[in-house]
């Protein structure tokens, strides 16, 4: 079982994100738990999660979940800008299992 945590402005943008993670999850047999949140609720949900990516329009917050990422050694990265304005779920999870082995 894999956690996924998506941080965008305001948890909205990432939602169908999010749908198609799950699918492509589903497809893959993998069990997952991936959900979205805003920006300010991603510090305090972050010890539920294994992964934690960033909406590409929030790469300037990344430097600041590292530092309490790095304290719980939860691995953070942004998510690639044509995967996430293309909605490729299947990307996008490929690159959280691929965070998430390191």
């Known amino acids: 079982m894999i956690k996924i945590m998506l ?3 305001a948890g909205m943008s990432t939602s169908l994100l999010v749908s198609k993670m799950e699918e492509a999850a589903e497809k893959k047999g993998i069990e997952a738990t991936i959900w979205a949140v ?5 510090i305090p949900e972050l010890p539920k999660a294994d992964v934690l990516l960033i909406g590409p329009q929030m790469r300037f917050m990344k430097k600041k979940y ?3 990422a790095n304290k719980i050694g939860v691995p953070v990265d942004v998510i690639d800008p044509v995967a996430y304005g293309r909605v490729n779920g299947e990307a ?9 082995e390191k």
């Open 7 to 9: 941080a965008c402005s």
């Open 38 to 42: 805003s920006q300010d609720k991603a």
């Open 92 to 100: 996008v999870l490929d690159k959280a299992l691929e965070l998430a």
């Open 66 to 68: 590292e530092v309490e």
